[in-house]
């Protein structure tokens, strides 16, 4: 009996593996990541690429809210520039970065390996899902320089303040959103289409990689939470365009719809923005400790669990909404339960690193990280839920805390860590290993320096949202705007090793970190039709430490078809 | 292509006559995998439903807790929309009709079909103006008028997009056109959407008319 050596993984080299051929009027070379590409691993990093420049744009804007909060009067910008500027920040960091990026790149690259399969289902709706996104991002950024300025309101665009501030920016900002949001639905079904339709024969749902099923999940979330959403700011455009009164209670309406409708979409947008980075580190976790992914299956149904949850607790934005005690009850029960497929999945990670035959590269340091930081965000979480706690740090500084936590600390973590991990297979290079952990570090300290010190804020009643605060709250204000400044550092490592690795990085080989699942299995960066010849049959994407005879390896390695002699 | 069936990989069919990246291109082609259009269509209009679903929660929520002033004017005239309704779900049945022609290799009835469903969608918008002209209310009224014209607005917009659809199909389906009896996708997604149309127009006729 022997041990399934990684070798026997190792697909053999395929350098530069030939593209040539009749490509049609599909453009060669890097002009391809300019061009309307139906090639699912270029619209991949043509959302990657697309959403980390937002993300440099979010950052910078983060960077103005942060030093005007670094002293408690409004001196560095005007009030209505940083209300501006607040709004841009979130609506950028979650409709242009998060979103695309932790969806789109990620699963645009992946899940046709996943799958088996040498395309998404629907190629087309794929491109112009990606295609709304530049413009949307042009035009909310526009938005800045109109007469009027940007939409005011905060990412979250309540009524009656979305009715009150400059019309102009708000109109705008709604039509950014909902291109955005058909991006998004697009996005959705083509991933539900691609992971329940184009299964390789002989592929089972249950020998999905898991990040399929975050997927899948996810984009079950987009189909049933988007259009909802973009009913919704119809109707507030509608306000602000024609007067009618549905939100607006000087003509009859009603704010708390709004409310209601906006979070029934934006509570699952959470999970939207940290179900695939679950995904995603359940990927990562299994190959750099050596050991099968622990919990197939109740990571599976805790999935699940959490997408029919997750439809059913928005209420829990609102406690201080006028909400009626009976439906207060049922949101903080409902919200409460969430934490316990959450924590199925934490206590799941751990037991895959338990023993484990851990290397802690760069990729590994973030998605560690991602573990400690999303627990700490999902129990301030929890205590957000219950409603005596919320309503006391309700629309404060804790809030701010707890939020970034689960998207910075969970999310931003695992896309970074991703980006170590499959920046091989996008490029064919390695990234350094001394800058990624140069830049972990500077991550991770930065990163808990600044938004750990805003639940101590919160709890002591600095309000969010607002450029002045009391005097009494100015240092930590301070550790918090250096915390911001030694993130926003942390970048220039990282751009400096994806950019200059991608020329001069060391060459990495087909599957330079020994893993099992099917992306490996073909030559880095894969060929337009993502295996030479058939897609390989991956029962096992964990099988790690299992003995060769065990690992049922009906699996065909990109190494068997290529050695594979010619008749 | 080989078949993909072979579970254990049997490797020396697949380099026989596997498809090699440059032979074709393969990305946007349907005849690689099976045809899941429909699958995506239906996936959808699950979407487009969400998105009714949320104006009719608005509805019933005003509805409930948000009494209309004094004086307010939101009374309906029953008979057209009964009419209107009536010729919806009539089209229903003409277009399924109409697919069935198509199967069956039954050209000019399948056409047929297909243009009276379209006549029955423009009567039924043609009925939703004569209303639209005869209410008492504008959209600014009040709340019940405001959501009055947004839900059958949104409604009546996606019947203008479905009898253009039926139009595209009607004239693709003239001899040598691209939807035949082998390639009926562009027919069957049309009358997939339509009877979601008609399906929310029937949950709109309660909510709205009856209730």
Redesign the interface.
Same mark, same amino acid.
């Given at each position: 009996m022997t041990l399934a050596s990684p070798s026997d993984f190792q697909a053999p080299q395929q350098s530069s593996?030939?593209?040539?051929?009749?490509?049609?009027l599909?453009p060669e070379g890097w002009l391809r990541y300019l061009s309307f590409s139906?090639?699912h691993k270029v619209i991949g990093l043509q959302y990657m690429v697309c959403g980390f420049l937002f993300y440099f744009l979010g950052g910078a804007l983060a960077g103005v809210i942060r030093t005007e909060l670094a002293s408690p009067i409004s001196d560095f910008v005007s009030r209505e520039t940083y209300n501006e500027v607040l709004t841009l920040h979130g609506t950028v960091m979650i409709f242009l970065w998060i979103v695309p990026v932790v969806n789109g790149a990620f699963g645009n690259y992946l899940i046709p390996f996943y799958v088996g399969?040498?395309?998404m289902?629907?190629?087309?709706?794929n491109a112009v899902a990606f295609w709304l996104i530049p413009p949307a991002g042009i035009l909310l950024i526009s938005s800045y320089f109109i007469k009027g300025g940007a939409a005011q309101s905060g990412w979250t665009a309540y009524p009656p303040l979305s009715l009150t501030t400059p019309s102009l920016g708000q109109v705008i900002w709604i039509i950014s959103v909902l291109l955005l949001g058909g991006s998004s639905?697009f996005g959705?079904?083509?991933f539900?289409?691609t992971i329940?339709?184009?299964r390789?024969?002989?592929l089972k749902m249950m020998q999905l990689p898991m990040y399929c099923w975050a997927m899948l999940g996810t984009s079950i979330l987009v *189909?049933?939470?988007?259009? *909802?959403l973009?009913?919704?700011l119809?109707?507030l455009s509608?306000d602000i365009i024609?007067?009618?009164?549905?939100f607006n209670p000087a003509?009859?309406?009603?704010v708390v *719809?709004y409310q209601?409708?906006f979070w029934?979409y934006s509570h699952p947008a959470v999970y939207i923005m940290v179900l695939p980075a679950f995904g995603l580190v359940s990927e990562i976790i299994p190959i750099h400790a050596r050991k099968p992914l622990f919990g197939y299956t109740t990571m599976v149904y805790s999935i699940i669990a959490i997408v029919v949850l997750g439809l059913v607790v928005w209420a829990h934005h609102m406690f201080t909404s006028g909400t009626p005690p009976w439906m207060r009850l049922f949101f903080t029960i409902a919200t409460s339960f969430i934490a316990v497929p959450t924590g199925i999945k934490f206590f799941n990670w751990l037991a895959t690193l338990w023993q484990g035959k851990i290397a802690l590269n760069s990729a590994m340091l973030f998605a560690c990280a991602f573990i400690v930081n999303f627990v700490f965000g999902g129990i301030t979480g929890v205590a957000l839920a219950q409603v005596p706690f919320d309503i006391h740090v309700h629309d404060t500084y804790f809030v701010v805390g707890h939020f970034h936590y689960i998207v910075y600390g969970g999310t931003v973590f695992i896309i970074f860590s991703s980006v170590y991990h499959w920046y091989p297979k996008f490029t064919g290079r390695m990234l350094d290993e001394h800058l990624g952990r140069f830049h972990f570090l500077l991550t991770f300290i930065g990163f808990n320096l600044c938004f750990a010190p805003q639940h101590w804020l919160g709890l002591n009643g600095m309000p969010r949202r607002v450029a002045e605060y009391d005097p009494s709250f100015t240092t930590l204000n301070q550790v918090s705007s250096v915390g911001a400044l030694l993130m926003a550092v942390s970048t220039l490592p990282f751009l400096f090793n994806v950019v200059v690795s991608a020329f001069r990085g060391e060459v990495a080989g087909d599957n330079p970190w020994k893993a099992l699942t099917p992306e490996w299995l073909t030559s880095s960066p894969p060929? *337009?039709?993502n295996w030479?010849?058939?897609?390989?049959?991956v029962t096992h994407p964990y099988g790690y430490g299992a003995p060769a005879d065990r690992l049922d390896l009906?699996?065909?390695t990109a190494e068997?078809?290529w050695n594979?002699p010619?008749? | 292509m080989t078949s993909l069936t072979s579970g254990t990989g049997d490797l020396a069919q697949i380099s026989s006559d596997v498809d090699i990246a440059g032979q074709s291109d393969g990305h946007g082609e349907h005849g690689e995998h099976p045809d899941v259009r429909l699958f995506g269509l239906a996936t959808f209009l699950v979407a487009d439903g969400m998105t009714f679903a949320g104006f009719f929660a608005a509805y019933l929520t005003f509805r409930a807790v948000n009494p209309l002033p004094e004086n307010s004017n939101y009374e309906l005239e029953l008979l057209l929309p009964s009419i209107n309704t009536l010729l919806l779900v009539l089209s229903s049945f003409t277009f399924h009709r109409a697919g069935r022609g198509l199967l069956r290799g039954e050209g000019q009835a399948c056409r047929s079909w297909l243009a009276i469903t379209a006549a029955l969608g423009l009567a039924f918008l043609a009925g939703q103006m004569v209303e639209y002209f005869h209410l008492p209310f504008g959209l600014t009224d009040n709340l019940f008028a405001s959501t009055f014209y947004a839900l059958t607005g949104f409604h009546g917009l996606h019947v203008t997009l479905g009898v253009i659809c039926i139009l595209i199909v009607w004239w693709q389906t003239r001899t040598a056109g691209r939807i035949k009896a082998s390639t009926p996708f562009g027919l069957e997604a049309a009358e997939l959407y339509w009877h979601f149309v008609d399906g929310i127009w029937l949950v709109l006729y309660g909510i709205l008319y009856l209730l």
């Open positions: 593996p030939d593209q040539g051929g009749p490509r049609g599909q139906l090639d399969a040498r395309d289902a629907f190629p087309r709706l639905i959705g079904i083509n539900i289409a329940l339709k184009l390789r024969p002989g *189909v049933l939470s988007t259009p *909802v973009a009913g919704t119809i109707l509608f024609a007067h009618t009164g549905f003509l009859g309406g009603n *719809v209601h409708l029934f060929p *337009v039709e030479i010849g058939e897609a390989p049959l009906k699996m065909v068997q078809i594979d010619k008749p | -």
